[in-house]
């Protein structure tokens, strides 16, 4: 795998750049966690099938690509043992500015390129990183393609997404431990405004985004003190214990034990057969 930055031009619309290529013969089917990243992925190996949130099965073949809106429960991604390919891990805010689409129409779900950006867009892109002699060209490319559609503002509310995104990273700051009421109310604004905002250009409701990140903090903490789950998931504000499994399952498909002696190192992912 291998990592890069996107841009500084590019600053608060992409988190980080991915390239990847796993051969593998211990499983072909993991769950993907949810997280506060729209993904974007150009397909440059073997064909895949994505089964998102909402029950949909979307195959992706070769020289093909696909893009994940925010979810309130894990995907499924299967290959044949092998995959090779580009990831992108935009923000909210970047991908409200890069699909031009409200982010509420990618909750839940997962939608090939070509019905994204259009054919034209679409394969010119993956033409373009197909042409790419090697990882740090591709990451060139991508900060090129991005950069370019990312300019024009004619379709986008700016003002929206730079509320939404100031409201989003104050949730993130208290990695979800904070009252949707005090913070509609300190932007100014109603619960049911702020709840809009965030349809539109965060694709999830304000409580849910806060809920995601908490379990994600409770998942950092666990890989840094496993034995510590229980205690670190009622610090972090669950109720009970009920209440932390009831997430678990439902945000990963595995109990709190299955996770632990599952997932992989350096990935969100979890192997599932």
Not at 86 to 99: C, E, I, K, S, Y
Not at 105 to 132: C, H, K, M, S, Y
Not at 182 to 194: I, N, Y
Not at 228 to 242: F, I, N, P
Request: contains cysteine; charged residues 20%.
């Amino acid at each position: 795998m291998a990592f890069a930055s996107a841009h500084p031009r590019l600053a608060g619309m992409v988190d980080t750049y991915i390239g990847y290529d796993e051969r593998n013969t211990a499983f072909t089917r993991r769950h993907e966690l949810p997280g506060l990243n729209v993904v974007m992925i150009v397909n440059l190996g073997d064909p895949i099938t994505i089964v998102d949130t909402a029950g949909f099965v979307i195959p992706v073949g070769t020289s093909c690509g696909f893009a994940a809106g925010l979810s309130d429960a894990y995907a499924i991604s299967e290959s044949g043992g092998s995959q090779r390919g580009l990831q992108v891990m935009f923000t909210p805010q970047g991908a409200r500015r890069f699909f031009r689409l409200p982010m509420q129409d990618l909750t839940n779900r997962v939608f090939l390129l070509p019905d994204l950006l259009g054919p034209a867009a679409a394969w010119r892109l993956i033409e373009d990183l197909q042409a790419a002699n090697d990882w740090d060209a591709c990451f060139a490319r991508l900060d090129a393609a991005i950069a370019a559609r990312t300019a024009s503002h004619e379709t986008v509310d700016l003002a929206g997404i730079r509320a939404a995104d100031w409201a989003l990273r104050q949730i993130a700051r208290r990695n979800g431990a904070m009252s949707i009421a005090a913070l509609a109310e300190e932007m100014g604004c109603s619960r049911k405004h702020l709840a809009a905002q965030f349809r539109e250009h965060v694709g999830l409701a304000p409580k849910t985004v806060a809920g995601l990140l908490r379990f994600r903090h409770v998942l950092s903490l666990i890989d840094a003190a496993p034995t510590r789950w229980t205690e670190l998931a009622l610090e972090a504000g669950y109720y009970d214990q009920a209440h932390f499994n009831r997430d678990f399952r439902r945000l990963t498909g595995r109990t709190p034990g299955d996770y632990l002696a599952a997932r992989l190192q350096g990935q969100v992912g979890l192997p599932v057969d």
